[in-house]
C-alpha cells in the first residue's frame, strides 16, 4: 500500500515543493538581470507583485513558502540555522519596504534617461556578469540563517506578509478554521512573520499551496 504523502509520480509534496523552489532559484540567479527598469517593466512587475499578494491574501502559502528564491535558500541551509541575533522586526520591515517604494523614483531622479528605456529584465544569454546582487542576496540569505534563525529574513526583514496583514484587515473574508490554524504562527518575541509556519514540511504546505 503506497504512503497517502506520495504523489502519483513518486515524489512527497515536500520534494516536489524542493524541486519547485530550485526551479525559481534558478529563474532568479541566471535569467532575472537586476537594473533599473522603464515605467512599462515597472507597470509588469506592479501587476505581478499585485497578483502575489492577492494569491496570499486568498490563503495560499504557495509564495512564501514555494515561489520566493531568497525562502527557498534559507530553507536549504536550514541545518546550519542558529538564532543568534534578534532584530526588530517592524522596523527591518518598514526600512525594506521603503526601499523597495522608493529605489526606482529615486534612481530615475539620479538618472533620468533610464526611465526611458524598456529594456527586458530577463536575459537569456546567461550573461552571468550583470548578476552581482543577485548572487550576493543569495549569499546573504544563505548565511543569515546562521545568525537570525530560521526564515530570519523572512521574520525580521520581508515585508510581504505585513503588506498581506493590512489588506487582510481592509478585505475581511471567511477563512476555513483549519486553513487559519496551519497558517498562524506561534507567538515569538522576534515577530513572526507569517512564512515560516507556511513553509514547514507537511501535507498542510500541499493543501494551502492548491487553494
Known amino acids: ?18 524541486l519547485v523552489q530550485v526551479l ?6 541566471a535569467l532575472v538581470e537586476t537594473h533599473l527598469p522603464g515605467p512599462l517593466w515597472l507597470a509588469v512587475g506592479g501587476i ?5 499578494v ?9 509564495v512564501c513558502g ?6 527557498a535558500i534559507q530553507d536549504i541551509f536550514e541545518p546550519f540555522a542558529r538564532p543568534r541575533i534578534r532584530l ?28 526611458a528605456h524598456d529594456v527586458t529584465p ?43 496583514a493590512q489588506i487582510r484587515k481592509l478585505v475581511p473574508r471567511k477563512t476555513p478554521r483549519a486553513v487559519a490554524s496551519s497558517i498562524a504562527c506561534p507567538p515569538h518575541s522576534g515577530g513572526c512573520s507569517g512564512c515560516s509556519r507556511i513553509a514547514v514540511t ?4 500541499e493543501r494551502l499551496s492548491l487553494i
Open 122 to 164: 530577463i536575459d537569456l544569454n546567461l550573461a552571468w556578469e550583470r548578476h552581482a546582487f543577485q548572487f550576493g542576496l543569495a549569499a546573504l540569505a544563505a548565511t543569515s540563517v546562521m545568525f537570525l534563525g530560521k526564515r530570519g529574513l523572512c521574520r525580521y526583514l520581508c515585508p510581504f506578509n505585513s503588506v498581506v
Open 88 to 115: 526588530d522586526a517592524r522596523f527591518g520591515r518598514a526600512v525594506v519596504l521603503a526601499l523597495l517604494l522608493l529605489w526606482m523614483p529615486l534612481g530615475w531622479l539620479v538618472m533620468p534617461e533610464l526611465a
Open 1 to 18: 500500500m503506497k504512503r497517502t504523502a506520495e504523489l502519483s509520480d513518486g515524489l512527497s509534496p515536500e520534494r516536489r515543493r524542493r
Open 48 to 52: 505581478f507583485w499585485l497578483a502575489l
Open 54 to 62: 492577492g494569491i496570499t491574501v486568498a490563503g495560499s502559502g504557495l
Open 66 to 71: 514555494t515561489m520566493c528564491w531568497i525562502g
Open 202 to 205: 507537511s501535507a498542510t504546505h
Open 24 to 29: 525559481f532559484i534558478f529563474v532568479n540567479l
